[in-house]
C-alpha cells in the first residue's frame, strides 16, 4: 500500500524559511513527486513539479523563492520555501503519481502538513 507522508510544516515569520519534507513508501515505481497547497477558502493549487529525471515546474508565485528537489535513493521530495508571504499561508499537500503500463493515471496524496507564515 503506497503511503505518502509530509513533514516540516510549522509557523515562521514573514521572509523566512522553511523546508518540507515528503517520504514515498509502498511502491517501487518511478515516480513524478510536487507539492500542492490549499489556503482557507481557496481551491488546491499546484506549487512545483519534478519528475523522476529531475525537470522541474513552479507556479508563478514559487518562482524565484521556492526550490523542489529529489532524492530517488530515499523516494523523498523536499520543497525549500524562501522569503516566505502571508499569502504561502495554507496545508502544503504532497503528490505522487505515475502512469500504470495501460496508461492509467494513479495519484497519491498526503495528509498535508500546515504552514503558517506570520507578518
Known amino acids: 500500500q503506497v503511503q505518502v507522508v509530509e513533514s516540516g510544516g510549522g509557523l515562521v515569520q514573514a521572509e523566512g524559511s522553511l523546508r518540507l519534507s515528503c517520504t514515498v513508501s509502498?511502491?517501487?515505481?518511478?515516480?513524478?513527486l510536487g507539492w500542492f497547497r490549499q489556503a482557507p477558502g481557496k481551491q488546491r493549487e499546484l506549487v512545483a513539479t519534478?519528475?523522476?529525471?529531475?525537470?522541474?515546474n513552479y507556479a508563478d508565485s514559487a518562482k524565484g523563492r521556492f526550490i523542489i528537489s529529489r532524492d530517488n535513493a530515499k523516494n523523498t521530495v523536499y520543497l525549500q520555501m524562501n522569503s516566505l508571504k502571508s499569502e504561502d499561508t495554507a496545508v502544503y499537500y504532497c503528490n505522487a503519481n505515475w502512469r500504470t503500463t495501460l496508461g492509467r493515471r494513479m495519484d497519491y496524496w498526503g495528509k498535508g502538513t500546515l504552514v503558517t507564515v506570520s507578518s
Open positions: 509502498g511502491s517501487d515505481v518511478s515516480m513524478g
Open positions: 519534478i519528475t523522476i529525471g529531475g525537470s522541474t
